[in-house]
Each structure stands twice: as C-alpha cells, then as structure tokens.
C-alpha cells in the first residue's frame, strides 16, 4: 500500500500555541486526508475534506457563517477529487471513503465520490451531520455497530472494513460528535492514526504536559457533544503517542501534516 497526505480543507492561518519561542511559523489549518492505495480495494479515502459542490453553492452546503469564521480557502483544486487526479487517477477509482465524522470540512467531498462506499459507526450515522445538503446524493453507507470489534493498541471495539483490506481499521474515538473514529492504516512497518478531531493541536498528545492551542479550542467547545468522553480518549492518544508504536495526526494541524509532507517530498527527490 502506499499512503499520500492531502490538505483538502485549506482555511485560515493559525499561529502556533508554543509562544515566541516557538520554532514553528503561522500555518492555514489544514484538512488533512489520507489516500490510500491498495490493490484488492482500489483506492480508500480517510477523510473527504470540503467537495466541488460545496465551492459551487458555499451558502447551502457549508453555511456562509462557517465559511467565514473558518476562513475556508474554496479553492477546487484543493479538493480531494481534483488532487486524486492530478495523481492520475479517476474519481471511480475510489471504492471507499472512511470519514471520522459528518462535519461539514470531512464530509463535504463524498459527493464527488457517489458510487463509493462509506465507512462509518451507527452512531455518526444517526447524527446525520452538520448540513443534509451535504449527503443529498444519498452515499452508500456501511455502518458499524459500537458494541462488539476487535481490540487494537488498547482500544475495544475497533473495526475491519467489509471490502477493504485489514489494513485499515475503524477506531471508536466518541466525544466530538456521537460516532467520532480515528482510522488507523498501515504504512508499511508503520501504523498511522488518523485521529479526525478528536484533538486539534499536536501539544495536546506529543507533550507531558497538554498544550492546547486558543483558537481550536474555542473551535472544539463549540462543537463537542461529550467533554468528558473526548478528553479520555485524547489521554488514551497521549499515551500511544509516548510508546512510539503507533504515529498519532489530528484533521486540522498544519505542523502535523508538514511532517508527512516533508517525508514524501524527499522520498521523490531520493526515488528521482
């Protein structure tokens, strides 16, 4: 399999939390999307970012009041079709789509992706998401229970994918929206866990000491259904983070995916 990091959500820039002595520089928070390729399931998108149709009509699918307090970008070729391809593939070949939520910014490509099918828990199902024009195209849902899955790294209740291959897995990370899931994928000897929303900053799981950032944590408060529920399993992240076996990404850190994005770049340069 190989794995690319897409930013499908462009918005606005954030100044890192870390103060002035930071070395980090003001990012656009990101929409983070993984693409994934394997050979028995075609392509698997985590996470679908905002879609073409939400640029063609921004004030039904997104809400004009989102689009400016997010400060989202709109730009087509940021969205994940449009990216999938200028990699040289087409729209059909994505078979599945496995969002960590029904928010508007990882949702909103599933249309341009309708023959697809997509992942998710029951529960985030039964939420319907922040905008029904959204998923007016009717996706072709496969939902999972909460009860029952398998155990991972210490989390219960985690799921294999009908159709997809037992490389990637549905993770139950409830707090953010009923039916919030991190997914994990295998990248070779690795584990990557994308964990949606769950947290928004990278200090809140790679430090000791949590750091969170001001203006996603207001962005959080207003958007959460279970304070309580979030924070454990954002603990339960700090601590798989700590061991090293697993690597732990958020939706909407730019400093997170500039690390992948690094990554790929010098892969290119040294297959080059």
């Known amino acids: ?35 994934v390729e394997t050979g028995s399931a075609g392509l698997v998108l985590v996470d679908a970012g905002i879609g073409l149709g939400d ?20 730009d087509p070729s940021a969205t994940a079709v449009r990216q999938i391809e200028a990699l040289g593939y087409a729209a059909a070949d994505v078979r599945h789509v496995v969002p960590t939520h029904l928010h508007r910014d990882h949702a909103g490509g599933l249309s341009d992706f309708p023959d ?32 029952g899955g398998e155990t991972w790294h210490g989390f219960e209740g985690v799921r294999s994918l009908e159709g997809v291959p037992e490389d990637v897995l549905l993770v139950p990370l409830g707090g953010h929206t009923p039916g919030h899931a991190g997914v994990a994928v295998r990248d070779g000897a690795r584990w990557l866990l994308h964990a949606g929303d769950a947290y928004m900053y990278h200090g809140e799981v790679d430090r000791p000491e949590p750091v969170v950032h001001p ?53 290119a340069l040294q297959d080059g």
Not at 12 to 29: F, K, N, T
């Open 55 to 74: 640029i063609e009509r921004p004030s039904e699918r997104l809400l004009d009041d989102w689009v400016e307090m997010a400060g989202a970008t709109l």
């Open 116 to 147: 697809a099918a997509v992942h998710l828990f029951e529960a985030e199902l039964a939420d319907g998401g922040k905008t029904p024009a959204q998923l007016a195209h009717g996706p072709k849902w496969v939902a999972y229970a909460g009860a």
């Open 1 to 35: 399999m190989r794995v690319h990091h897409l930013d499908c959500a462009p918005m606005r820039e954030i100044e890192p939390a870390d103060g002035p002595e930071s070395p980090l520089r003001p990012a656009p928070a990101v929409g983070h999307v993984l693409l």
């Open 215 to 267: 203006l996603m944590e207001l962005v959080q408060a207003g958007g959460e259904v279970d304070r309580e529920l979030r924070l454990a399993n954002v603990a339960r992240l700090r601590e798989l983070a700590r061991t090293g076996e697993v690597e732990v990404f958020c939706a909407h850190d730019p400093w997170e995916l500039a690390r992948y994005r690094d990554v790929g770049q010098r892969s």
